[in-house]
């Protein structure tokens, strides 16, 4: 391909043109082969244990902003979460606080906590 043809066969990044791809490719394979090397897919196996990955990776992010958003919630009523750490959100980090903000956060912390009441032991 010469610098002629390279230049026609630019188009503004905008511009998507199907037929115009396909020529650039068919051109390239001509050229040399070497530069279009055949897609490997990855096995059953390992494209699960990425779903895997990816999905537990998507449960942590979840679960932290439920944390977070608990916390900045809390601390912008004027209240702190008492044994609220990284490892996880207890019941009893909810016993001190107002009733009015136990239940405005009593759905985002049952959530966090895997469906155990927030009430704690103060009931």
């Not at 115009?20 to 082969?33: E, F, G, K, S």
């Not at 990776?57 to 977070?68: W, Y």
């Not at 107002?98 to 759905?107: C, G, N, Q, R, T």
Request: charged residues 30%; hydrophobic residues 35%.
């Amino acid at each position: 391909m010469d610098t002629l043809e390279a230049r026609e066969t630019r188009r503004p990044a905008m511009k998507k043109d199907d037929q115009l791809d396909a020529m650039t490719l068919a051109r390239l394979v001509r050229i040399d082969p070497r530069l279009l090397c055949p897609v490997k897919h990855s096995s059953a196996e390992v494209q699960a244990d990425l779903t895997v990955i990816r999905s537990r990776a998507a449960l942590v992010r979840a679960r932290t902003m439920l944390f977070n958003a608990t916390r900045g919630l809390t601390k912008s009523y004027g209240e702190r979460l008492c044994g609220c750490n990284a490892h996880g959100m207890k019941p009893k980090a909810a016993q001190d606080l107002s009733p009015e903000l136990k239940y405005a956060l009593k759905p985002m912390m049952l959530e966090s906590m895997g469906g155990t009441d927030i009430q704690g032991p103060s009931g």
